[in-house]
């Protein structure tokens, strides 16, 4: 096992999809729930955040606004955003395992799993696509599977064998650029955010927290790619994407991986929340701009670093 481990890494990192994450947002101070975990960009490449990426250690589900629910392991995340005819999977974990462990946590949630009517995959990498097919077989055989067909043609994964590959799903529902996938009182808007992979998508999710409204975004994938070109494309998505978090005045920033902008803190910081005081997943608007910052400054340090090659 530990042997398998090894050589999965070996080939991620041939694969040159290190994520080079960790986003300061100046987010609330580090408790007990993070250790040691990256804080900025410098502190999350390589080994550390191979680290936390194959950390599979499962997380106490946790509802954070009124209709959306944060599960998963340290490893990543699925989102669960509840409307008023059903459920919304956004992501699907690794495996099996994970997608067994989601339909536990939705339960012990008050949810039931079998109300998903669509699992959203933001791209075609195995940590975010791998338990979808298993999670609808299993749990949710009314939910419908959806992905960019650039990335779920499957010939955007790199590298194709190795750490992410997963179990593909069969897609139902293809997704595009600037859609809004409705469900419901709920519409999710879809942005086409190449570079990550070429497919990637990102999502703006609408949520309430005790009522009041606020806009969420979940930028669909973190490192940065392998390639000069590539990133060329990913700096120009975060200008693209940039464009509809503003005119959704997206206040809210998530990651499905929790271990790369203090998801963990701020989860803890939730369970000891009293009345009245800040949610800390709504950071404004003003830091929203910043966090987008953070992917602009590491794409340009991708470009410079293979123009120098
Ligand atoms: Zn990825």
Redesign the pocket.
């Known amino acids: 096992m530990a042997q398998d481990t090894v050589v999965t890494r070996r080939q991620f990192f041939k694969g040159g999809?290190a994520?080079t994450a960790g986003l300061l947002l100046g987010l609330p101070k580090l408790c007990a729930a993070d250790g040691g975990m990256p804080r900025s960009p410098e502190e999350a490449k390589g080994e550390t955040a191979m680290h936390y990426l194959f950390d599979r250690t499962p997380i106490e589900p946790v509802q954070v606004f009124d209709n959306l629910f944060y599960i998963g392991s340290i490893s990543v995340a699925q989102f669960v955003v509840r409307t008023s005819e059903g459920l919304i999977m956004i992501d699907s974990g690794w495996d099996e395992k994970d997608a067994d462990y989601a339909a536990e946590s939705m339960k012990k949630l008050g949810l039931n799993p079998a109300d998903t009517r669509y699992i959203l995959i933001?791209?075609?990498?195995s940590?975010?696509y791998g338990g979808a097919q298993f999670f609808k077989e299993k749990h949710a055989p009314a939910a419908r599977i959806g992905m960019n067909i650039v990335d779920s043609n499957w010939c955007s994964v790199i590298p194709p064998e190795g750490a992410?590959s997963g179990v593909r799903p069969e897609i139902d529902l293809e997704l595009n650029d600037r859609q809004t996938v409705t469900l419901g009182d709920t519409g999710i808007f879809l942005v086409l955010t190449p570079g990550?992979?070429p497919g990637?998508l990102s999502m703006i999710v609408p949520v309430t927290d005790h009522g009041q409204k606020h806009s969420a975004a979940i930028w669909?994938?973190?490192?940065t790619p392998a390639n000069l070109e590539m990133n060329y494309l990913y700096l120009s998505a975060v200008d693209y994407f940039a464009r509809y978090t503003a005119q959704y005045k997206v206040d809210v920033e998530m990651s499905a991986h929790g271990w790369v902008d203090g998801t963990f803190a701020r989860l803890e910081e939730l369970k000891h929340r009293r009345q009245g005081e800040a949610h800390p997943f709504v950071i404004g608007e003003e830091k929203y701009r910043q966090y987008e910052d953070v992917f602009r400054g590491m794409a340009k340090e991708a470009i410079d670093k293979y123009k120098k090659r």
């Open positions: 999809l994520l933001t791209h075609g990498h940590d975010h992410f990550h992979t990637c669909g994938g973190t490192g």
